[in-house]
């Protein structure tokens, strides 16, 4: 499998934007947004604006990750603004995934889930055959740079395991404590998309930086 590098936008320096978004152009595979609500999850991140206006400057693939209690309302919007794919967590969607997987299918919108660190496979029995994207939380979602929940690694090699029985495609992320005391876990046990944030922006140099990700991960024997 190859391996896929997603930037969280909620990392980058708010203050550095304009120079930083020329070296993560280059780097990136897909632009992460998170986008929380204060309510789903206790902070308030990304908005939709931002994507507007992010997707004016690239055309790299965007993934929203909707951390909010009624993403399905927002859903029209995201359409119109152009994003590739939309990430639900799936306590937030129960009462019209079937309308949500619909609406993003006939917009060749790609449709991703997100399992918090407690939500297995399960939670996902009648749809998972539709998804395009599995995100593995490692953390429980809301803030940036926290340690890992070793449980996650199971449900990764659970969704592997999935996936490889079942003869499906969706892609493997994981979110959250990607750094380089877990690439080499992640990677062997199924993920194909990092998700790189606080690890990737601590360096002060972030071309060097993304370098040094990438070149680690691509030496992992997967
Ligand atoms: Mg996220």
């Not at 997603?6 to 947004?33: G, P, W």
């Amino acid at each position: 499998m190859m391996n896929y590098f997603s930037t969280s936008m909620m990392c980058a320096d708010v203050f550095r934007l304009q120079e930083q978004i020329k070296t993560i152009e280059t780097y990136t595979d897909f632009y992460h947004i998170d986008v929380m609500d204060g309510h789903f999850v206790p902070n308030l991140t990304l908005s939709f604006d931002y994507i507007k206006a992010l997707r004016k400057r690239t055309k790299k693939p965007i993934d929203a990750h909707l951390m909010m209690t009624n993403p399905g309302e927002f859903v029209d919007l995201l359409l119109e603004i152009g994003v590739d794919y939309i990430t639900f967590h799936p306590r937030t969607i129960q009462k019209d995934v079937f309308r949500i997987i619909k609406k993003c299918k006939e917009n060749q919108v790609k449709f991703g889930v997100a399992l918090s660190p407690s939500i297995g496979l399960e939670a996902i029995q009648y749809y998972k055959n539709h998804v395009d994207k599995i995100t593995i939380m490692t953390v429980e979602p809301g803030f940036a740079g926290q340690a890992a929940i070793p449980e996650a690694i199971e449900k990764i090699k659970e969704v592997y395991a999935y996936r490889q029985a079942h003869h499906l495609d969706f892609l493997i992320e994981v979110d959250g404590s990607n750094n380089f005391s877990t690439f080499e876990t992640y990677k062997q046990h199924g993920t194909d998309v990092f998700i790189l944030g606080s690890t990737l922006f601590k360096e002060e140099d972030l071309e060097k930086s993304y370098q040094k990700i990438i070149q680690f991960i691509e030496d992992i024997h997967g």
